[in-house]
């Protein structure tokens, strides 16, 4: 979440699993002033890794050495026998079911028990572990209170992930696991020419909706913002609202909006964003249309009233119980919202709108890699740590995923033949229509205070029309403007 980040965007997004635990309220997003009040998190104006030791990500050669085995073709990473390995997964809107699958085959065949903690505090019980070198081998790194992969990155506490790239995957020994996973993963992965970050989960980003509520009202999913428009003008005289969103983290907002700006505009426009070049937010056109767009929505009244103050459970409910037909989201939401879905709902997500003179065709959509997973490279066991992450990758524990959490890896084709969800169905449709044209954006993931603080709480005020579209642009490069020219912000570059 992501992104995200975004989730990033999820991303990131994914938080309370509402299904295991029955909060509607309690998660990850609860415990982030508290956190940041230690200094122990990433958060807008907050820097949790400051008071952590820096040094090399290999760890001591020695202790390197200790910890690995005699390679082979079943091995192929040398995982030493009945070394011990911890892992900590984050447990939020995904649950850590599928994980605590993937450490039990780990079990079995290398004699040991994983040392299995599932959390929604990443961030506030690893930061003293990385800063007094004993950090868990593998780590799934989300949620609102994640560690700065940045930060840990830059100070070289993250295992060099290549061997995992270069390993044979489960299934085929002729393939590597670079072949069976999408490109994109590992692209999203790196740091500079490193990939240390295995995003492991793919998630879908758009505008989701009940198939049921629209079939039954005679309605059409728009192909256009402009038919958008005139249909929240028909669900509104149905006494309906035609869209609803988290207005307490209104950066959920940003899984559309920001990819709406980028298939208008084009991906070269949306790079420029990405890289904070001057001037990318108020010299393109597609900005102007997309922001235009959520202005005109919010004078015409299509927002839910009362979205402003809700939580995302809360206007996940809201839409499950019919008092708005289209929520922005990712694909996370189908087991997030589960307690709260009705039968027959039809959960579906739908593509991108097109605008005026698009860049990119109709039927492109957002879809990110997502879930981060990092391996500690100062961790006891880091090969038992890629090792545990060759498993994830097989195509029964992504089919594992699937099935427990309604959502994507980023395992090519893994769910063929499967039998689908009605959400993740819908998600693997539109995903497949849209080919080539896929969007994927880095700006939540590589500067989260200015996106989901600074540009959160302007895109708050537009929702709720206390700020007009050629404000929220300005304020939006003159935020983006400062964080480039911050020498405290680690700064990364996206080529076109």
């Given at each position: 979440m992501g992104?995200?980040?975004?989730?990033?965007?999820?991303?990131?997004?994914?938080?309370?699993n509402a299904a295991s635990t029955g909060a509607a309220g309690v998660g990850r997003r609860d415990l982030i002033k508290r956190s940041a009040a230690l200094g122990l998190i990433s958060v807008p104006t907050m820097s949790f890794l400051s008071a952590c030791a820096t040094g090399g990500g290999g760890g001591d050669d020695k202790e390197t050495d200790a910890a690995e085995g005699e390679k082979s073709a079943g091995n192929p990473l040398g995982v030493k026998k009945g070394l011990a390995l911890e892992a900590f997964i984050f447990k939020g809107g995904?649950?850590?079911?599928?994980?605590?699958?993937?450490?039990?085959?780990?079990?079995?065949?290398?004699?040991?028990?994983?040392?299995?903690?599932?959390?929604?505090?990443?961030?506030?019980?690893?930061?003293?572990?990385?800063?007094?070198?004993?950090?868990?081998?593998?780590?799934?790194?989300?949620?609102?209170?994640?560690?700065?992969?940045?930060?840990?990155?830059t100070q070289g506490q993250l295992q060099d992930l290549q061997a995992l790239l270069d390993a044979a995957s489960m299934d085929d020994p002729d393939k590597k696991i670079s072949d069976t996973i999408h490109p994109s993963t590992i692209e999203k992965g790196k740091h500079g020419g490193t990939f240390d970050v295995l995003y492991y989960a793919f998630t879908i980003y758009g505008t989701w909706y009940s198939q049921k509520a629209l079939d039954d009202n005679g309605w059409a999913y728009p192909k256009s913002l402009s038919e958008m428009v005139t249909l929240c003008g028909e669900i509104k005289k149905k006494g309906i609202a035609p869209w609803t969103y988290a207005g307490k983290y209104p950066y959920y907002v940003h899984f559309n909006l920001f990819a709406q700006i980028a298939k208008i505009g084009g991906m070269e426009g949306w790079i420029a964003i990405d890289n904070l070049e001057p001037k990318a937010w108020t010299s393109n056109a597609a900005v102007k249309e997309v922001v235009e767009h959520y202005e005109e929505l919010a004078a015409k009244g299509y927002f839910l009233e009362g979205s402003q103050g809700l939580t995302h459970i809360q206007s996940q409910t809201a839409w499950n119980k019919g008092k708005a037909v289209f929520i922005p989201n990712g694909s996370w939401v189908e087991n997030e919202a589960a307690p709260t879905t009705p039968e027959g709902f039809e959960m579906s997500v739908g593509a991108l709108f097109d605008g005026t003179g698009d860049k990119m065709p109709h039927g492109t959509l957002r879809a990110e890699p997502s879930e981060p997973y990092i391996v500690a490279g100062k961790g006891k066991n880091p090969v038992g740590g890629?090792?545990?992450?060759?498993?994830?990758?097989?195509?029964?524990?992504?089919q594992n995923f699937a099935k427990l959490v309604k959502s994507l890896t980023c395992v090519v084709d893994a769910t063929e033949g499967m039998t689908l969800s009605p959400g993740l169905a819908s998600a693997s449709k539109v995903f497949k229509e849209a080919g080539d044209n896929i969007i994927s954006l880095q700006l939540q993931e590589w500067y989260p205070s200015l996106t989901d603080e600074k540009i959160g709480g302007l895109t708050g005020q537009l929702l709720t029309g206390e700020l007009k579209a050629a404000d929220w642009i300005k304020k939006t490069q003159e935020y983006a403007d400062a964080v480039a020219k911050d020498d405290s912000v680690t700064k990364f570059k996206r080529e076109a």
């Open positions: 992104s995200t980040s975004a989730e990033n965007t999820e991303h990131t997004e994914n938080s309370t995904l649950g850590d079911q599928y994980a605590k699958d993937a450490e039990a085959d780990y079990n079995k065949t290398y004699g040991v028990t994983v040392k299995h903690t599932g959390t929604q505090q990443v961030g506030p019980k690893l930061t003293p572990r990385f800063a007094g070198g004993n950090p868990p081998d593998v780590i799934d790194n989300s949620g609102a209170d994640h560690l700065d992969m940045n930060k840990l990155s890629m090792e545990l992450l060759r498993i994830m990758l097989s195509k029964k524990h992504a």
